[in-house]
């Protein structure tokens, strides 16, 4: 019973808490030259519209001379001016008293609105229920680079405009940014799928050089999704303090990390070149030194090249988000392929875990910080206050796409965090791996991806009704998990679902030898081949099986491989043949 009370109470103080936050919204300051030439420009201001209310037509609001009064914070009768602020807009320091205390005496002087400018983080300027009642002119804050912008723009003889357009409840980035995910999702599931089950048909592949061995996949266990939520949160606790001396370091891994993942992706495709294969043999390279390819190498050149021109131009807000999408993408793919979730067991895990990471630090860390935001977001989107004003690029991010003018204020950027597409994709891919081992025309993945994209719409949903960042895990994870749970249990299939059976036995027939439907029967001597037989006169008898799997199916695959006689006179299928000299 106490606990339940305490619950309540503990609710209840919540509830409250969220109540008496201050409303505030960004508006714009439309500010053009009274000596005319250039076009006015708008800049963002924070304002609490219990003091008043701004037009949301420029057309509507009122263009007043500003007035820069900057060397006076406006918190006595001494500092206003001799002939007041008649019809003026006055620009004051904030600091020393109350925010009513400032907008009082300028309304008293005859001002229309009050500007106060602020070098730190704007905040909403707050005041009671009595004095927004006897408050009525606009009252807003205006950060200090931005104040130094307009009189280093337009001089010292400005008017000014006070409004707040409409904001559109979602931009049209969105769509970008929702097929970006999908596709990314989509395509490393199924890679990473399909590149599993075929190095468990082939043990060994022929070697052909360093650029062929293709990188192990990691299993996660357990212990590693402990040690990995533990390093996460340690992580963003240390990003909140010291953000601008760790920021620097997520940048190079970045670099690092993106540039390989990019390396990864592009290899498959630069090895079908028809050019480019002659080969390096004498060199000191740290990582190709086992004769690399040119077209190999040229390709790593450039990898690491795109990522150098980012981390240069990483802050052009014009076009390098284009190349931080392309590395960002790349390097979600690459861990997709690596990293590899066993069982449902273990995707439940880690998706439940990472569940209540993602809401503890979005809901619940405000309730903790002396300012009130989420640590989360703060981090994701880079403190306010921060010397180096440096962004962390672990994200992917589309500018807004709308005609609003609050889309200088409020983030011009929208932001989805790599593990939102990390963390689904992972148990995107192992449904893919469970199809192909039951054979069950990919149901599990298109399902499991279709969830993911159904998640993503409604964390957009709730991003646009709640205006404020959102836990796109607290949606993607119940969407994903019930769907391919529920799949499971309707095909009768959960629990080998949820244990991964089936994966460490022997695997399915290759869908390039199917089983025949007569019934066994002993083989002929002339279906049986010599293992000293050469391949070349192995060929000629006509009762050997010609058909091969996919990946040996070129002509400088199929040299070097040699035909084995099937393995069990029951299903008259031939195993996937093996290269000379390793063991399956």
Known sequence: ??????????????????????????????????????KGKDYCILYNPQWAHLPHDLSKASLLQLRDWTTSTLCSSSDLPAKGFSNQIPLVTRG????????????????????????????????????????????????????????????????????????????????????????????????????????RYMKHKRDDGPEKQEDEAVDVTPVMTCVFVVMCCSMLVLLYYFYDHLVYVIIGIFCLASSTGLYSCLSPLVQRLPFGKCRICENSLPYFHKCPQVRMLLLALFCVAVSVVWGVFRNEDQWAWILQDTLGIAFCLYMLKTIRLPTFKACTLLLMVLFIYDVFFVFITPFLTKSGNSIMVEVAT??????????????????????????????????????????????????????????????????????????????????????????????????????????????????????????????????????????????????????????????????????QPPELAHPEDAAGVSTQEPTSPVS?????????????
């Open 382 to 547: 880079g403190p306010a206050n921060s010397a180096t004003h440096e962004k962390l690029p672990m994200v992917l991010k589309v500018p807004r796409l709308n005609t609003s003018p609050l889309a200088l204020c409020d983030r011009p950027f929208s932001l989805l965090g790599f593990g939102d597409i990390l963390v689904p994709g992972l148990l995107v891919a192992y449904c893919h791996r469970f199809d192909i081992q039951v054979q069950s025309s990919r149901v599990y993945f298109v399902a499991c991806t279709i969830a993911y994209g159904i998640g993503l719409l409604v964390t957009f949903m709730a991003l646009a009704l709640m205006q404020r960042g959102q836990p796109a895990l607290l949606y993607l994870v119940p969407c994903t998990l019930i769907t391919s749970g529920a799949l499971a249990l309707w095909r009768r299939e959960l629990g080998m679902f949820w244990t991964g059976s089936g994966f460490a036995k022997e695997l399915p027939q290759p869908p390039w030898a199917p089983a025949t439907t007569e019934g066994p029967r002993p083989l002929k001597d002339s279906e049986v081949v010599l293992s000293q037989q050469p391949p070349g006169e192995a060929q000629d008898k006509s009762t050997l099986p010609t058909e």
């Open 96 to 199: 020393n008293c109350t925010f009513y205390d400032k907008v009082r005496l300028a309304q008293g002087s005859g001002a229309h609105g009050l500007l106060i400018v602020s070098k730190e983080t704007l905040v909403p300027p707050g005041g009671n229920k009595t004095q927004y009642e006897e408050i009525g002119i606009p009252v807003a804050l205006l950060s200090h680079k931005d104040m130094l912008d307009i009189f280093k723009s337009f001089g010292r003889a400005v008017r000014a405009a006070l409004y707040a357009p409409h904001e559109p409840m979602l931009d049209y980035n969105m769509v970008i940014i929702f097929v970006m995910a999908v596709g990314t999702v989509a395509l490393g599931g199924y890679w990473a799928g399909s590149r599993d089950v075929k190095k």
């Open 572 to 584: 008259h299928t031939s195993e996937p043949t093996d290269v000379p000299g390793t063991s399956a």
């Open 1 to 38: 019973m106490a606990a339940a009370v305490a619950a309540l109470a503990w609710f209840a103080t919540a509830c409250l808490i969220l109540a008496a936050q201050v409303a505030c919204e960004y508006g714009m300051v439309h500010v053009v030259s009274e000596m005319g030439g250039r």
